[in-house]
């Protein structure tokens, strides 16, 4: 049995572009140019009349851009497969034409045997970007995902151990070392050694310094007078 060819419309306001295309695809058996368009009104009408499997069509076009056109001719024919063949490589355009229900979107400085995969791809229901395409869609949304996911909160002083830090935080509450030492169930001489440790650390020269360094950070601020 004869494969039925793939029905291609060509939408462009740049004919000796749309010739060329045509071109290419006359050579290949398994692809049929039914049809070309030099605005997106007239592939819209075009579409209609014609029932391509396939539409190629650029965004830049007249008082109907690509973008519409594809929009209106999916509310119309919405099992015609649409691919954007541009020279525009902005998120923007790329996903207003992704929004419009394009399934493939490849630049026009692809090569041919990119843009022929795509077409087939797309002609046997696969969505299909062109490598360029897929790497800025996978940017963006690792920008996004980075931007939506929460960060983890600063640790302030992260050079002074979970021990140290309550020590700080009750200094800079005005507890002495008698009231720290009660709170957190350890021996004056304990607490004693763990402020050693934060004014070293800290490279701060008493205990004033300390408690206005905590303070800054953050500590100490529940009991402030």
Do not use: W
Request: no cysteine.
């Amino acid at each position: 049995m004869t494969e039925i060819p793939i029905r291609l419309l060509i939408v462009d306001d740049h004919t000796l572009f749309r010739e060329g295309l045509a071109a290419i695809f006359l050579a290949v058996s398994d692809f049929e140019v039914v049809g070309e368009a030099a605005s997106g009104e007239d592939a819209v009408e075009k579409a209609q009349q014609m029932h391509p499997h396939v539409i190629l069509i650029d965004i830049q076009m007249g008082e109907l851009n690509g973008i519409e056109a594809t929009a209106r001719i999916l509310e119309r024919l919405p099992d015609t497969k649409i691919i954007i063949l541009t020279m525009m490589e902005d998120s923007e355009s790329l996903f207003a034409a992704m929004m419009a229900g394009a399934r493939g979107y490849v630049l026009k400085g692809a090569d041919k045997s990119e843009v022929l995969r795509t077409i087939r791809a797309v002609a046997s229901g696969d969505v299909l970007f062109g490598a360029a395409i897929a790497n800025r869609v996978t940017d963006y949304f690792r920008s996004l995902n980075r931007l939506q996911s929460p960060q983890p909160p600063t640790v302030a002083f992260p050079e002074l151990s979970e021990r140290e830090l309550d020590v700080l935080d009750r200094i800079a509450r005005g507890l002495n070392n008698h009231e720290i030492a009660e709170q957190l169930h350890i021996t004056v001489k304990t607490v004693s050694n763990h402020i050693s440790n934060i004014f070293s650390k800290l490279q701060v020269a008493d205990r004033a310094q300390a408690i206005i360094r905590a303070r800054d950070a953050g500590l100490g601020r529940d009991n402030q007078p």
